[in-house]
């Protein structure tokens, strides 16, 4: 059965006698809602607690089992499942009981409200910020056994208890393994080839990888926002960058290449994946917030026809990002990324840029040694 946003105004405008245990709510601000495609959403207040209540315009699917998993998390707002809460008045002119989902309100500002202030503001150092966060909360998200579902700035909220997640209707957990779903995200931000077949953990692999790299580009330049916005703060068609043909991710390469930016360059490859499933993401996001650490020596080696480092177990401590590389003499490395030669130290951080060089050489005696215009030159490191 379908119901409509007016059959759900028309019950919260004289809740009286319509709720089986919520008592008698009412909506704060009065006649404030928020709809999307399967639901409306309202903030009420009942027996003085404020409380997020939403109402399905088409019967949800698993909500219980996903409102269990909410209660399990920090990460998203808590919320449950009520079963024939609510009376209605159906299009016969009788009375239906439904079922609502009720939870958490959680005051804050969307990811997308903080991205767009920080272009408006032309704040590098604020959207510096929100980068560093959202990949340490991309971190923490991808190494639970759950996956959100609709992963996007809109979804992220910026709280006082740090960030959350809302909007818990398209949420795969271990229980609902083997699930056909017809809820696959947002267009913006999903795989192109995720289908409903596409039900697993790693189901926010590619939004993550995409919101982390318009992040960090956008840090770099502000101006991508106006050059590439395609509606709602997205910047990468998903499709186009599959495809290999999108010139917003090439922009943001050669943005990373020129800042040293190894760890989003492997973030911003990763969305060229013809799978939604991302394999090392999560080294990458570890990279880019600094959560690996070496056990012994770095030892230059290759993947994919790209160099970086792994360690004395053959862990990846520095992904394979360079198009070339050498190994680290006097703790530094020359390592090409794009276009542009550079030296790193053990953490894979840029301490030496050299756009203007057509090659280097490993450093000897504390000095790095550039080819400039077809003269080699020796700089301080």
């Not at 006082?160 to 957990?173: Q, V």
């Not at 703790?331 to 756009?355: K, T």
Request: net charge negative; with cysteine; proline share 4%.
């Amino acid at each position: 059965m379908i119901f409509s946003v007016y059959q759900y105004l028309k019950a919260l405008a004289n809740p009286v006698g319509r709720f089986r245990t919520l008592g008698t709510p009412r909506v704060v601000p009065e006649g404030n809602f928020r709809t999307g495609n399967d639901a409306v959403v309202f903030r009420i207040v009942s027996e003085e607690r404020v409380m997020m209540l939403k109402c399905y315009l088409r019967p949800p699917q698993a909500i219980a089992e996903r409102c269990s998993c909410s209660q399990r998390t920090p990460l998203t707002a808590y919320c449950q499942w009520l079963d024939q809460e609510l009376t209605i008045d159906d299009d016969a002119g009788g009375m239906v009981e439904v079922g609502v989902t009720v939870g958490e309100w959680i005051e804050g500002r969307s990811l997308n409200d903080e991205i767009l202030d920080a272009v408006i503001e032309r704040d590098k150092e604020q959207l510096a910020r929100l980068s560093a966060d959202f990949d340490r909360f991309a971190l923490e998200l991808i190494d639970q056994e759950w996956a959100h579902g609709d992963l996007k700035p809109e979804n992220i909220i910026y709280s006082p208890r740090g960030i959350r997640l809302i909007d818990i209707d398209s949420i795969y957990t271990p229980e609902l393994a083997g699930l056909t779903t017809t809820q696959l995200g947002t267009d913006g931000y999903r795989h192109p080839s995720r289908t409903e077949a596409h039900f697993d953990r790693h189901i926010d692999d590619y939004p993550i990888a995409l919101i982390s790299a318009t992040l960090a580009a956008l840090a770099l330049d502000y101006d991508l926002y106006r050059r590439f916005d395609r509606g709602d703060g997205v910047l990468i068609d998903p499709a186009e960058a599959v495809a290999g043909r999108s010139a917003a991710v090439t922009e943001m390469e050669r943005l990373f290449a020129q800042a040293g930016d190894a760890a989003h360059s492997l973030i911003i490859r990763l969305l060229r994946s013809p799978i939604h499933s991302l394999e090392g993401l999560d080294k990458a996001l570890r990279q880019a917030t600094n959560k690996i650490s070496p056990n012994g020596e770095l030892h230059l080696t290759t993947k994919g026809g790209y160099w970086g480092f792994t360690d004395d177990n053959g862990r990846w401590i520095i992904g394979a990002a360079y198009r070339s590389a050498f190994d680290f003499q006097e703790g530094y490395a020359a390592v090409l990324l794009g276009n542009v030669w550079q030296y790193i130290d053990q953490q894979g951080c840029p301490r030496l840029i050299c756009p203007e060089a057509d090659a280097i050489k490993p450093v000897r005696n504390g000095r790095a040694r550039l080819l400039v215009n077809g003269e080699w030159r020796e700089v301080e490191i």
